[in-house]
């Protein structure tokens, strides 16, 4: 079995093996003509209970062959341009390749002794990262799994620098606009804050956070003795890519001595943006930030991270472990990452983007971001000229929220039925993913365009096999009811 461990004896053995999968992987990119088959679980899930994990193959290339039957054939393949689905997207090839050598080499970002240079490159990139959001000379950060966890670390710390002691949680509040991340309210929930501590403040017709809403909210807090502990903006929401208004947000934080979060795990691609920056403008106010470069830098998953405009802050989440980075380490400067981290393992994540910054360059990317959300414009434009359709809000990223509306039926449940009906049969017949959501209590459609490759010929393409599987419903169901 030990011909199997990666080391110096078995150099050969990994380059074969690796490029035998990175082949097996490139032919299917090049074969694949929809974004998934459209297999159910009920045909795929027998397939794979049918497999004895403890009779190994023993062979790699036989270990590539189940993998396509069970795998590789049925996944959802993001860089397809009718993969119009949720907040994935198709990865640049920079980043692939150091997802190759990271996971190789298997480095851990907890401490120096374990990670060497990696430990500062991921430094380097925080701090190119604070200084495109304008965070000033004590920013710092840290590399996470997601924005879930940046969110949560972030409200950690909000949490401990309101100076509020556990039996006072329960008078700890927090405002988000209620198109605000779930996450927020699930970070509530494990940071022990009280079942009410999450206010959702309206939003106005564009989906962004109301401030005559939010000014109202802390004034009343404050009035009935409660303590308004962070204010979370939301730099491009996840339904409508709506960005909040962060620079009033930032004045009603200064007027409050609320902490100030901005949630820009979407729009974080519009600090590599020439044309689109401005759209950000007020992120440098903030306490801190979240940004998914799995999103919009297209950065392969995972790639996040939190940063804070006070690197003293960081404090709430360091731990000393005697075996692991005992006092004398900080006493001797020796630049450990665990210290800032909620993970202890972590992942040398941020060598993608470094490889990413290294071959494209930042403009390289921002590019790419700005391609869809220009296309998103143009599917806006698209939609708003159709009669079939009703769009909710014109795009500031690159969402698209829409519902289709039957010329002939006007009861809304039923053209809630005809839009869930159309999304699932879109995707059990494998040639386009779309989204859903709900607007108000009503059904509705999404488009989330990160791919560059996708065109307006594919959304009017995708239109109208969503039109078919709606008008071809609501004939069947004109027929049940007759």
Known sequence: ???????????????????????????????????????GVGDLAPVIDAIDLDRPLGDASAALDELEDVYLRDAVYFHHPRYLGHLNCPVVIPAVLGEAVLSAINSSLDTWDQSGGGTLIERKLIDWTTERIGLGPAADGI????GTQSNLQALLLARDEAKSRPEHYTRLRIFASECSHFSVQKSAKLLGLGPDSVVSVPVDSNKR?????????????????????AVVATGGTTDFGSIDPLPEIAALCERF???????????????????????LDGIALADSVTVDYHKSFFQPVSSSAVLVRDRATLRHATYHAEYLNPQRMTQERIPN?????????RRFDALKLWMTLRIMGADGVGELFDEVCGLAAEGWRLLAADPR????????????????????????????RANLHA????????????AGTKVGDRQYLKFTLLN????????????????????QYLGESLDRAS
Not at 397 to 411: E, G, K, M, Q
Request: proline residues 4%; glycine residues 6%; charged residues 20%.
């Open 389 to 416: 359709f009703d769009v909710v809000v014109e795009p500031q990223l690159s969402t698209l929220v829409f519902r289709y509306i039957p010329a002939s039926v006007t009861a809304p449940a039923e053209i809630d």
């Open 143 to 146: 590399f996470t799994s997601g």
């Open 209 to 229: 956070m109301q401030t005559v809403a939010l000014a109202r909210a802390l004034e009343q807090c404050v009035a009935e003795g409660s303590v308004p502990m």
């Open 337 to 345: 990452q665990v210290d800032k981290s909620l993970q202890t393992t």
């Open 423 to 434: 999304r699932k049969a879109l995707f059990a017949s494998g040639e386009a993913v779309v």
């Open 257 to 279: 001595s609320t902490w100030m979060h901005v949630d820009a795990a979407y729009g974080c691609g519009l600090l590599a943006s020439r044309t689109r920056r401005h759209l």
């Open 1 to 39: 079995m030990r011909s199997h461990l990666l080391n110096d004896s078995t150099a050969e053995h990994y380059r074969r093996s690796v490029t035998a999968g990175v082949e097996r992987v490139a032919a299917k990119l090049a074969a694949t003509d929809r974004p998934f088959s459209g297999i």
């Open 452 to 471: 560059p490759e996708t065109t307006a010929q594919d959304i009017t393409a995708v239109l109208d096999l969503i039109s078919g599987h709606a008008e």
